[in-house]
């Protein structure tokens, strides 16, 4: 029997504050992969990882190996990587093409749609064995590709993923509608990182704009700016504008707009002091969309947000241009893959400075990912520490507006992003609706 | 010649040990760029991630930050050993004064009771200088675990 009941689960979470156990026990961290990661859609990757008929990625979801494959013809296919025959990974390659999967241990075949395409010297087993038993490749209950998003729920009574994703749909539109080709492409691999913090620390921090004056103080230059996030190779366009004076706060960004939809979905609006992009390269993007888009090219261009967190584990930032995907492996342990994205059809300029801005921030070297990492793995440790039992979310308590629908709209250094993660955690572990 | 290759190779290990980090960047030409590729067996540092990719003013703003007061993730700050060895020249470059160097190295590295260690190829093309010294046109640091799970990195290899 669990532990934790509806009335515990709830006494973890009080309006302004979250009891440590909600970071630190492994029983909760058990019963999340089973009432949160499994009742939700998952990211898996994007579907240009694996181009052409053959290719395939393998990946770790949750702690479960999976390959992302592209069929012979053209269909694309998650499955779990895991022999049908005694339970071997059957493929081990980070990536590559294959004809088919060939398990190394007794020589079982499956096509690369996960079908089963034979075993050696089948006669030994019974007449109809083969034929009768499932022995495909086993693959997730479902499977959706939205705008080159390919997403899976491990259980088959998930809603619908129009449904889960609501409104924050259009936050992947917003990225994907940037391309003059309307396709968003992965085309320079991924940085992978594990750190040891629970995951839901990571989760808090991306959207809190409390943090950066002091955990990114030592990225931020004299005069206030940080080092180049975005912009044409070689200006100064992307130099963001961190602090007034040294360790101050921006009063900017008290203005600045935090905001979520139900199911613990949260955004933030793009940093006021982010310099529109412009320049010779910038004019031959704006060509482009004019040429794709027509009247509709300056809305689509617009970058409306910072960054926008699909809970429970996958995030968009938009400046920097990468998704970010967060796997829970234990209480104390994420890791984390940052996949850059470029804009199909966009200038080549544009798409080697994105990629030298994902290298600068966020690579495990990265300037503003190094000092992160560092903050989330002393919460972890700090958190051990006996004397206060309270996490403290409190700031402009009550202030945010929450709507009918349980969507919520927050100002600047509120933390009301947290507690809005704080709320879906508890509907989703207490297995109530995630309207209200 | 390779003694003073050899030489000029030790001491910018060692000055990254000491923490003389505004003195290895001196180590670089002004068009000098350092290198640590996210992916194995990379052409371009456009067709894959990259760990480091820097110029030399992105190099000043990264050494700018670790002499930084604040800069939490060097609190305490990490000890290093740079072990370098496996020294080769391999070939000369415009004219006679670019040469390539193949080495191997291991960096250690010791931070908050924990040790980690990280082994590559490594490749300088040097350009000798007036003043009968070297200069790095390009330094590139082949991980073996560059495409693998990392922990936070501050120092360079």
């Known amino acids: 029997m669990d532990s934790y009941d509806q009335v515990s689960l709830s006494s973890l979470i009080k309006p302004d ?98 079908d089963h395409a034979g075993v050696p010297y089948p006669e030994r087993y019974a ?148 310099r529109e992009n412009q320049g010779p390269v910038y004019e031959r993007y704006k060509s482009s969309m004019v040429e794709a888009y027509g009247a509709e090219a300056e809305a689509k261009m617009k970058v409306h947000h910072h960054n926008s967190i699909f809970f429970p584990h996958w995030s968009i930032q938009y400046m920097t241009q990468h998704i970010r995907i967060m796997n829970p492996i234990s209480v104390d342990c994420t890791e984390n893959i940052i996949i850059p994205l470029k804009l199909k059809g966009a200038p080549e300029e544009m798409w080697k400075s994105a990629l030298r801005s ?39 308590v009550g202030e945010e507006s929450i709507d009918n629908e349980g969507s919520f709209q927050g100002l600047g250094t509120s933390e009301a992003n947290a507690r809005h993660q704080h709320r879906a955690w508890l509907h989703y572990m207490c297995g109530m609706d995630q309207g209200v | 010649m390779i003694k003073e290759i050899e030489a000029f190779i030790y001491r910018e290990a060692r000055l990254l040990d000491e923490r003389r980090f505004e003195e290895w960047i001196e180590l670089f030409a002004p068009e000098g760029y350092y290198w640590v590729p996210g992916a194995p067996d990379q052409d371009d540092p456009y067709e894959s991630v990259s760990i480091f990719f820097d ?64 082994s590559g190829r490594v490749k300088h093309l040097l350009r000798s200088t007036e003043e009968g010294n070297f200069e790095i046109l390009r330094k590139r640091v082949d991980l073996i675990n560059c495409d693998g799970l990392f922990e936070t990195l501050t120092i360079p290899f």
Not at chain 1, 161 to 184: C, K, Q
Not at chain 1, 375 to 380: D, I, K, S, T
């Open chain 1, 127 to 274: 007449d109809g064995f083969l034929e009768d038993g499932d022995f495909d490749l086993a693959r997730p209950p479902k499977q959706e590709i939205y705008r080159g998003f390919v997403f899976v729920a491990l259980d088959s009574e998930v809603s619908d993923l129009d449904t889960f994703l609501g409104p924050m749909r259009y936050h992947i539109d917003n990225m994907v509608d940037r391309s003059p080709a309307g396709e968003l492409e992965a085309p320079a691999g991924m940085f992978r990182y594990r750190f040891a913090a629970n995951w839901k620390i990571q989760l808090e921090n991306l959207n809190d704009l409390y943090h950066p004056m002091f955990t990114h103080a030592s990225t931020t230059a004299e005069d206030g700016t940080q080092f180049r996030r975005q912009g044409a190779e070689g200006d100064e366009a992307g130099k963001v504008k961190l602090l007034e004076k040294h360790s101050s706060l921006n009063m900017q960004w008290e203005e600045q707009v935090i905001a979520g939809h139900p199911h613990g979905h949260t955004y933030m609006q793009r940093f006021p002091m982010d």
């Open chain 1, 358 to 396: 994902n290298n600068n921030s966020h690579s495990p070297a990265g300037m503003v990912m190094a000092d992160d990492m560092d903050a989330w793995v002393r919460c972890q440790e700090g958190m051990q520490a006996n004397g206060h039992d309270w996490i403290v979310f409190a700031r402009s």
């Open chain 2, 55 to 118: 110029d030399l003013p992105l190099l000043k703003t990264r050494i700018q930050r670790i002499r930084h007061p604040k800069i939490h993730s060097q609190e305490p700050p990490s000890r290093t050993c740079h072990l370098v060895s496996n020294i080769e020249l391999g070939a000369r470059g415009n004219g006679n004064d670019q040469i390539s160097v193949f080495s191997a190295q291991i960096m250690t590295e010791f931070r908050l009771d924990k040790e980690r260690s990280y």
């Open chain 1, 17 to 114: 504050r979250v009891h440590k156990d909600y970071y630190i026990d492994p029983e909760i961290f058990k019963l999340e992969i089973d009432r949160i990661f499994s009742k939700s859609w998952l990211l898996v990757g994007h579907e240009s990882q694996v181009p052409n008929p053959g290719d395939f990625v393998t990946l770790t979801l949750l702690t479960q190996p999976m390959i992302m494959s592209r069929h012979r013809d053209g269909s694309l296919h998650v499955m779990f990587n895991r022999c049908s025959h005694r339970g071997a990974r059957v493929c081990t390659k980070p990536s590559g093409n294959a004809l088919r999967f060939e398990c190394p241990y007794h020589g079982w075949a499956f096509h690369t749609n996960g």
